[in-house]
Every structure is written in C-alpha cells, then in structure tokens.
C-alpha cells in the first residue's frame, strides 16, 4: 500500500512559477512509475506528464512541454513538478499518482495509475 501526498498548490499569476512535491510512503518506490494529473473546472482527469522508475525517462503531454518539468528523487521517495509561464488553463487540481505497469508498455491512462494522492489546487489568477 503507497500513500502520496502532495503540497505546493497555491494562486499564482500568469507567467509565474510554482513547484508541487509529492511524498510518498509505504510499498517500494522505485517499483512505480509517477505521474501527475490534473482535473479542472468541469473537465476530466488529464495526464500532465509521467516518469519512470529512476526518473530518466519522461513523458509530457503537448500542454506541458517546454514549460513543466517533473522530477523524482528516490532517496527522498518524492516526485516533483515543476511549473514554469503558467497559464490560466492550467488552474486545476492537481494530482500525483503511482503506476505498476512498466514503462513503455501502457498508455499513461488513468486507470493505469493505482495509487492516488488527494489533491492540491492551482489557481492561476491573471
């Protein structure tokens, strides 16, 4: 069993620059794959970008590309998303989840992802 849990949300302006962490407890970290998602106003869960186990490889969907980067220390047993020119659109809930299934062989679907953190909100404010 693996609890996550996230801190960093907050209201930032457009253009400005926030960093979310995720801790993770229990199970064995380095087994997940981890990815962030994010839910907004009247949307649906959405993959925002994944690492693998050692975090040297990552995967971006096209709206987070060039502006967020994710990153997990295993030591630490964290994973971080970096969030740099943030735009209105990216105000959500955002999530961190842990995967099992190896990398290259899913499709970063949500139900992929079989622990989930509850949540911490971004609010880009213009």
């Known amino acids: 069993q693996v609890t996550l849990v996230e801190s960093g949300g907050g209201v930032v302006q457009t253009g400005g620059s926030l960093t979310l962490s995720c801790a993770a407890s229990g199970g064995t970290f380095t087994t997940y794959q981890m990815g962030w998602f994010r839910q907004g106003p009247g949307k649906a869960r959405e993959l925002v970008c994944a690492t693998n186990w050692s975090g040297e490889e990552t995967y971006y969907t096209d709206s987070a590309k060039g502006r967020f980067t994710i990153s997990r220390d295993n030591a630490k047993r964290t994973v971080d998303l970096q969030m740099n020119n943030l735009k209105l659109e990216d105000t959500a809930v955002y999530y961190c989840?842990?995967?099992?299934?190896?990398w290259g062989t899913g499709t970063f679907s949500a139900t992929e992802f079989d622990y989930w953190g509850q949540g911490t909100q971004v609010t880009v404010s213009s």
């Open positions: 989840a842990a995967s099992s299934v190896g």
